[in-house]
């Protein structure tokens, strides 16, 4: 073998060997940078839809889970409760929901899928404060009109049993309905429709 024979040998050897610890060297670096494009299982799991049993849910009672970080209220009403829903129309800012913050099946007098079992982000449209649960009809402190629904003391807010905001008050539009569906009659599935 002459020693060009062997150079060019040794040279094809070296630049295959060079080539491929290189493109490792580049496959290694890159994986991390191509990783942090997808979400990471906490991340996902953040933003995983939530099962709610409501199968032990009574008339009048509220349940809270978390969904994305924030509390998501159930809430089973009692037919008085759905009857006095009208009463609130002219003291509401948005009474017809105008302002989008439901699903398009939740457009409607109940702002729910079923009018007894309404579901809603607890969490104030103003800045974000956690409303409670008035269901009580003419409290000394919300007046004899008060029919029942949410009160935010931050603020003072007010909403119906629909999560409807009152006129003159801080919160600029109703609580947000979470996409949510029916898996079967006592469960529902918070995050998807």
Known sequence: MSDQQLDNSKRRFLLIATSAVGGAAVAGIAAPFIASFFPSERAK?????????ISKLEPG???TVEWRGKPVWVVKRTPEMLSLLPKNDPKLADPTSTVDHQPEYAKNATRSIKPEIWVAQGVCTHLGC???????LAPADLGPDWVGGFYCPCHGSKFD???????GVPAPTN????????????????GES
């Open 175 to 190: 609580l947000i309905i979470p996409e949510h569906k029916y898996l079967s009659d006592t469960v529902l599935l918070v």
């Open 45 to 53: 799991a953040a933003g995983a839809s939530v099962e709610v049993d």
């Open 161 to 167: 049993l629909a999560g409807r905001v009152f006129s």
């Open 130 to 136: 956690s409303p409670t649960f008035r269901p009580d």
């Open 61 to 63: 009672q509220k349940i």
